[in-house]
T-cell receptor
Framework: ELKVEQNPLFLSMQEGKNYTIYCNYSTTSDRLYWYRQDPGKSLESLFVLLSNGAVKQEGRLMASLDTKARLSTLHITAAVHDLSATYFCAVVLYNNNDMRFGAGTRLTVKP | EPEVTQTPSHQVTQMGQEVILRCVPISNHLYFYWYRQILGQKVEFLVSFYNNEISEKSEIFDDQFSVERPDGSNFTLKIRSTKLEDSAMYFC????????????FGPGTRLTVL
């Protein structure tokens, strides 16, 4: 059974600081996604990672994928308050539509 | 920009009643999905749908759930006899392809079962 673990579950940061969120998964996958969710809102797609070594960056967020280690990271650079949200990673098994989400990381960026 | 829409935004129902949640996927997308999120918890996969049939379903998607694409645009989730524990946010999503393709999520329907 595919399991997806995120850590930390809660993250409180000062503005301007850097931090990394980790996403581990238990079986072989060829697709990993990062989503952002604001309170009471839907899921916004941030990154799609499709191959080993994939790295994508958008603004202050950078995501990477190591399929051999079954690990993805979401790195936050020089955090700002607007990044406060819950971040989910999600993994899909090869040739499958069953997307499994991690528990989410609730990020709070304080001034 | 095309987006997934869902109606209603909030549905309140009595335990044991049937509810139908509606979704309009992005028009050129071929794969459709339902997820649920119990308040404060993670997003859980329910079912995926392609070519007018279910392609995957989770253990949550038992006999009280069904999905349908009654016309060319709508995609519905029916819960036959609601239970208190069905209270959650239900998200519809769609994707253009199966492989290598991101899923776009709708705004969600908050279902409250009393």
């Amino acid at each position: 059974e595919l399991k997806v673990e995120q850590n930390p579950l809660f993250l409180s940061m000062q503005e301007g600081k850097n931090y990394t969120i980790y996403c581990n998964y238990s079986t072989t996958s060829d697709r990993l996604y990062w989503y952002r969710q604001d309170p009471g809102k839907s899921l916004e797609s941030l990154f799609v990672l499709l191959s080993n070594g994939a790295v994508k960056q958008e603004g202050r967020l950078m995501a990477s994928l190591d399929t051999k280690a079954r690990l993805s990271t979401l790195h936050i650079t020089a955090a700002v308050h607007d990044l406060s949200a819950t971040y989910f990673c999600a993994v899909v098994l090869y040739n499958n539509n069953d997307m499994r989400f991690g528990a989410g990381t609730r990020l709070t960026v304080k001034p | 920009e095309p987006e997934v829409t869902q109606t209603p935004s909030h549905q309140v129902t009595q335990m044991g009643q049937e509810v139908i949640l509606r979704c309009v996927p992005i028009s050129n997308h071929l794969y459709f999905y339902w997820y649920r999120q119990i308040l404060g918890q993670k997003v859980e996969f329910l079912v995926s749908f392609y070519n007018n049939e279910i392609s995957e379903k989770s253990e949550i998607f038992d006999d009280q759930f069904s999905v349908e694409r009654p016309d060319g645009s709508n995609f519905t989730l029916k819960i036959r006899s609601t239970k208190l524990e069905d209270s959650a946010m239900y998200f519809c999503a769609s994707s253009e392809f199966q492989q290598s393709n991101e899923q776009f999520f709708g705004p969600g329907t908050r279902l409250t079962v009393l």
